[in-house]
């Protein structure tokens, strides 16, 4: 008898939450943005108003759910693309070395070198700003880490013995690394990827405190918190709400992730 | 997170803040504490707030005082930088010719004395006795040299154009120096004050270091009640006491500021009794302060004004329709009492009433002075009628930037366009930086935008000397108000100074350049076994730690 | 398996050393440009929002060379730099290499502390869970660094901040101390923090390698042959370590520039908040020494890194060193 699956339960569970909050958030929480001024902040339990109200009256529970879209959207399309940046390029320097590698690493350490906060602040400040703006740079300031990952784990497999045996059959190199190498690596690239969307998560929301990404008021959980802060004496509601939801969402994402890699591996892991 | 200060030179980094597990924190810290009143009275008026708390209170001995401050400064003296701690550090060591007491009325400090001729010549009689922390005495010759440095534009370039109008400054007598003017102007009183614009050091001492001052190698000398023992930017500064100061003995022996810019873990070091004093606290924290054990918060204006500008070059906003629309949907009473917790007074005017209170009398009087300058009421009606009479009846949209250190000025933003909203008019805010702020300041790319200005003197005309004169940020222009203008810098009469003031700026305002919304308030929190004699908006510019008394 | 000659090791690292002072120049050439492109005016942040004298501003420009065309202010302070001189600190007037000096010893401690931390507890628990995969002990420290992945480091912080540094009253709440040992005490409770999130993910990297090399046929290989465990993991260990030492190698650089949200919770004088205040101030000098800094630590431990994979893996030395 199959034993129940407790982990993909437990991490789906939130994930699935989060994922109406995305795609239904217009219904659920239509009134996310309105404000009432002359109610002020109040505090959790307050009737219509379970978790409180900010400064401006807006309730922040559907506030947290509006946010959930700018929150983990973001996060995904950086963690996609900075891995998927990293297998191309990762391979690319692991596989064929020689010049290739030497000029793939120097770019993955300069990237590496530039300090976060004066990309964030130029970008935003010449390109007015902006969500997507952020994304972009994540994406690239995030890339370095998963070519150098990559390269290195395709270095170790590079002289395994089934790659020998593909060299060998004379398999074109293109094959080799895309069909054979890069499959082997993709147990690791997937983790990594997975660590990349909490990460992201938690980097979009520090980047919201510095005032970059989403403008005030702009439904978002970094954006959120940042904002709660201030509150936190009259509601606490306002930096519980969206701290919980950054922090269960980046650990059941997790879960989840470290669940599939497991199912990945058909060979038992008990010892 | 840390108090706002648009002055201060120190990014705000917001990011040390609480998460989903500061709410245990929250919990913790209103469980076990004897209660602590919450905050002295009311700032609204009137600069002798005292705390609460009973019995009396008197001027013991105290070993040290450990004040924490919200950002860091990286450099002692003002006319370098010119932020609001800069002055609250450098009023412990320097000194100048004049000072404010405590309800903002100019005093003799180096100078017993002074005499004002003529319109262009002031006289000064300089008081003997006074030493250096060196213990070397004061000269008249240092007081010219000082003079010489307050107006050099490399040594002092943040306070020097406070003195582009002086055109000599000799020795005239055994212990008299007179300085004369190119052209009058009664602003000029407060320039040789400590708070403002001059600080009183001698030329062997910068000499020394080099030609630096107040760098943390240089530091400063002054014939203040204190010296610098230690200065690190971004850790504290250290002072100790001078038992030979002129004005008495204080009673704090050690001073150690300490820079931390986090106000959670300013919070925590009170609550763990690792600093005595903490100022400028964000007035949304407040609260909290009052909840940590032993701690009273005391508050009182700080002569700081919060408003709108238009720039009247650029569409919309040259069209007084518009300007007027916008006016009349400000609910100023509300903004107040939401978004500042009733810590503020809704602004009728470009001056604050702490600078007329010495000449109106009181601080009633001087509120119903400046209540006629601005008087639109919040109506929406009215707004949209506005709105219908202007260029663009069907409404706009507009950008406004605001520091990230002012998240009053962008709720009140946000309140705006949600309101505004409705009559036509979008209102997007950005936030950015305080330096990328001032970039904003007057420029033609922000027809919309506002001031948060702390004034430094008690001077009346400080802020429309900039906001009414040439050049200014809504590139507003009067032949009435100029003429106005000029007038009260030649009248040396203080009531009738007060009047043309309030004229210029009525007529001004008539045109809505500018909108006020609010004065403002700082808050001080303080272990409740000390309180501050006479605490009040000119309190931390003099030298402070002379009153903290010890309660009974 | 042919081992390199002494000479080319030297070689290498020479070539190396070449290619990071290259790497450096173009990081400071961009930097300059990125600062340049950014809105904003040194000599006007310096004035604050009061009402500018022309005079001031001109004083200001002309002392830090502000008025200069791009490249020649470019080039001016790149000749500087050649003779030692990092320039003054516009905002503080002191000269860069001091205000540099105290500050970054701070920083390396921390992220040091953070760095021997994170090791210490993220590789042995790594191996720990790995080796006993579905073990009670292996559920118990993955989800607990599951969490640390997700909590920000400030919440983090300040809760450490109350338990520690006030309820308990073991550690100091803010600061950096008075040097020496009281230093090194006062960064416990920030490089626990630092050390929190990024412990987390060196656990599961850890982890997930050794996991990995456990499931390769040669295990299974090695243990028919007969080898004893402790044998199998030595070889393990040896392979699975290779990834983890580059994720390592990258975790000093970025403890190294990521400490700036802990040293503003904990009041740490560290070149992290230094640099942040410089940036939006516009502070030129100090954002490029700084930058350097970080790049020069950066570039030198990935070249340890790479000494490392020489030393270890027998397969990198087949290749050969390029």
Redesign the interface.
Known sequence: MKRIQWTPIVAGIPLAIVGVFVLFSGIIAPDATKQDILTGVTPPGTPGHPFGTDQLGRDILQLAIAGARSAVVGPIVIALGSMLIGLVLGTLAGYIGGGLDIALSKYADLLLALPTTLIALVVAGLVDGGYWVTVLVLTVLFSPTDIRMVRGAVIAQASRPYIESAKVLRLSRRRIMFRHIVPNVLPIALTTMLLNIAFALVAMSALSFLGFGVGPGTPDWGRQLSDGRDLLGQNWGAVVVPGVLIIVTAAAINLMGDWLQERFDARAVAR | ?SAPT??S???V????????????????GSDDETSTTSGGTEGTGGSTDTTTGGGGASAQEIDVLTVAFPS?V??IYPG????NFNYYIAALVGEALVAPDSTGKLVGALAESWTHPDPLTYVYTIRSGVTFSDGSPLTVDDIIYSVGVAKD??LS??T??YW?NVDTAEQTGDNEVTITLLSPDVAFEWGPCAANAMWVTAQRFVDAAGG?IG???ALFTGTGPYKVTSF?????VELERIDTYWGGKAPVKTVKI?????E??RI??R??G?IDMAVSI?L??E??WA?TEATDVLFAPDKSYVGIDFNTAVEPFDDIHVRKAIALAC?RA??VE??LNGHGEVATALTVPEQIESVTGDAASARAKLAPIFDLPYDLEAAKAELAQSKVPDGFSVKVG?S?SA?QV??FF??L??TVAEIGITI?????????W??T?GSPDWGLAY???FNATGDPAELIS?FLAE?NPASYTNEEVATLLQQQREEADPAKRVDLIVEAQKVAMADVPYVPLWWGEAATAIADKYTIEDFGPYTLLSPWTTRILTKE | MRVLARGSLGRYVAVRLAATLLLLLALSFIVFGLLHLTPGDPARNLLGPKNPSPEALEAIRAKYNLDEPFLRQYFLWLGNVLHGDFGTSIRSDIPVTDLLSERIWLTFQLAGLSFVLTVLVGVPLGIAAAWRAGSTLDRAVSVTSIVGVGAPSYAVGLLLLYVFGVWLDIFPVYGSGDGGLDTWWHLVLPAITLAFGIGALVFKLTRTAVLGELQQDYVAFAYSRGLARRQVRGLVLRNALIPVATSLGLVFGFLFGGTILVEVTFALAGIGSLLASSVTFKDIPVVQAITLLTALVIALTALGVDLLYYAVDPRVRKRGLQ
């Open positions: 997170m648009p002055i030179r120190r990014l980094l917001q990011g040390a803040g609480a998460g989903a597990l500061m709410a245990l924190l929250a919990a913790c860091s990286s450099n370098q930088e010119a932020g534009e490399t370039p943040n020097s154009y582009a630096e760098t943390p190698a690190e930017p971004d850790k504290g300490e820079f931390i810019p986090e959670t873990t925590l070091a609550e763990a690792d964000s949304d924290q609260q909290q909840d609910d509300t903004y939401k978004l605001v990230s998240p962008s709720q946000q309140a366009a949600a997007e805010v950005e936030e950015m930086p305080v330096e990328q001032y970039d300041i001031m948060w200005y900039w050049g």
